[in-house]
């Protein structure tokens, strides 16, 4: 059932005493399922994704389209030992659902099996093994499609993974003591409908098979990739590298390294031609929480061993690969109109933990809003980039791919390597302030307000 996004944010606190009732689950039992990556069959609206069933907060929800079956299934990280699952339903519910667990997320074995629930809070004990587990619903209990608060899988990890050691790279200082903001801001007169700047950056380098992050000081380990913004970005860069570089973003004051996989037309490269756009945004609704990323962040946007199905569910994921009139495909199109561009448009994580600036995995220290609330495992609003980019290929796209694979192997990454005074500037001014700018920091519908750099694009 549809939900407007302020009555959704609005009971937050009550929401959080209610789950107090939830029944617990065994003293020696950890709750495996809170804030990891999800896939659902389906979702009823923007409002209802699936990462909203393991938010920890009873004021979200998934919902599903209004049709059986439909499934929600969370990937624990790790092999574990189920002992507990508690479903909290809205109104609409599973009458006949099965709970099934699997090690690759492909084959399932049921655990539980009901042909006759009644909804509510449902705590149910039973025994499984599995890296991932799902709710499987067959009937519906309503005419409304399967709306869950919450989805909790209780138990234990095989292996437990750590918190520090090789992999991890620590921000000095850490943030600390920061809460999510919950708050709405104030309506504006005229109205405030964009909150973001633009980084306009071309290609750097090409062809390059070496990636700092995932393969540092292993050049030729990865497969090619396309750079964008420093000009020095290798195998072998750190952030002092990236300070100590040049940059192919107008702003000069953005210094960070952008890289892809190469999109390639049978064994020929295709460049981006000209500087692409780069967005930064405020990816929470209060966009005055966001605050400038640290110096010398990293992380991976998407996955280069994705499948369709976690591409096209991803919550980073805009319209996917679109041509011409043709829009939200997660693989290629099968052609392109003569003449016309393909384009990508994909959405970074922008809730940080305050802590890491690094992870083993280059993920798990970022984590994408939920209902435009950053979780409490991530408190740290920073700036949500976006890739649009745009590749001069047309006709058929039979021999077009990625150095990755398939379309939905798209990924990229991030080293932060702005400015911080710059970057500062226009975040505050354009991100905080509400604005719609271009790399300036200038909003065109809103030439009053000014601009956070100058006609050089550095600070006045």
Known sequence: MRRTLVGLIAPICAAVQLSAGIPPAHAADALLSQGRPTLASSAENGESPAAAAVDGRLDTRWGSQWSDPQWLRVDLGGTATITQVVLDWETAYAKAFQIQTSPDGTTWTTIYDTTN?????????????????????????????????????????AHVPPTDGDGYVYANPPVTGVVPSIAVPPATNPPTTHHEFQA???????????????????????????????????????LASLQAGQTSCITPGDRTGYWMPT??????????????????????????????????????????????????????????????????????????????QLNIRYQAPS???????DTPDHKSHMAYPV?????????????MIEFKMAFPVSGSMMNVRLSSGRGYTFHYDVYNAWDPPTLAALVTHCINGGLQCDPRGFDQYKPDRGAALNENYELP
């Not at 280069?304 to 569910?313: L, P, Q, R």
């Not at 940080?352 to 600036?357: A, F, V």
């Open 351 to 357: 809730c940080w933990d305050g802590i890491h600036l």
């Open 371 to 383: 209902v435009g609330v950053c979780p409490a495992s991530h408190p740290v609003a920073v700036p």
């Open 200 to 238: 306009n950056c071309s290609v750097s380098r090409s062809n390059l098979p070496d990636d700092p992050i995932v393969f540092p000081n292993l050049p030729g380990a990865s497969h090619l990739h396309t750079f964008l913004g420093n000009t020095t970005t290798n195998a072998a860069t750190t």
């Open 263 to 340: 999109v390639l037309n049978g064994d020929t490269a295709v460049q981006p031609v000209g500087r692409q756009v780069i967005y930064y945004k405020s990816g929470v609704i209060d966009y005055r929480s966001v605050r400038p990323s640290p110096l010398g962040l990293r992380y991976v946007v998407g996955s280069h061993s994705a499948t369709m199905a976690e591409f096209a569910n991803a919550p980073g994921a805009v319209e996917g690969w679109e041509c011409g009139d043709s829009t939200r495909h997660w693989d290629f199109p099968a052609s392109c109109p003569a003449g016309s």
């Open 117 to 157: 629930a009644t909804g509510g809070t449902q705590t149910l004990d039973l025994s499984g093994d599995g890296r991932y587990v799902r709710m499987y619903g067959t009937e519906r209990g309503t005419g409304y499609g399967y709306s869950l608060l919450e989805f909790k899988v209780y138990g234990s990890l």
